[in-house]
């Protein structure tokens, strides 16, 4: 069965960077997009960053500039790299991840468990 094993939260102070990684595994055939999400506190999820199979990346307002999104298709891995984290990026963070596999024999949207990221002020 595919999942997605996301990782890299933690915390860290208004200003500094944090890295997270979220593989794919399982008998997957093909991956095309990835996507970060984001929920805070009392708030709606959020898309964060998303990277098409091609490579082309888009990002919201709230985070252009200062994260960057990236795919290593080898390790069936999307990465989030974020920088200048300000308080208000804290929250959960999901990996999303449309994946055709062997056994589904069809698209279909995965996410993984998520991680906290805490911006201390």
């Known amino acids: 069965q595919v999942q997605l094993v996301e990782s890299g939260g933690g915390l860290v102070q208004a200003g500094g960077s944090l890295r997270l990684s979220c593989a794919a595994s399982?008998?997957?055939?093909?991956?095309?997009?990835m996507k970060w999400y984001r929920q805070a506190p009392e708030k709606q999820r959020e898309l964060v960053a998303a990277?098409?199979?091609?490579?082309?990346?888009s990002y919201p307002d709230s985070v252009k500039g200062r994260f960057i999104i990236s795919r290593d298709n080898a390790k069936n891995t999307v990465y989030l790299q974020m920088n200048s984290l300000k308080p208000e990026d804290t929250a959960v963070y999901y990996c999303?991840?449309?994946?055709?596999?062997?056994?589904?024999?069809?698209?279909?949207?995965?996410w993984g468990q998520g991680t906290q990221v805490t911006v201390s002020s």
């Open positions: 990277i098409a199979g091609g490579g082309s990346t």
């Open positions: 999303n991840a449309d994946i055709w596999g062997r056994v589904s024999g069809r698209w279909r949207d995965y």
């Open positions: 399982g008998n997957i055939i093909s991956i095309n997009y």
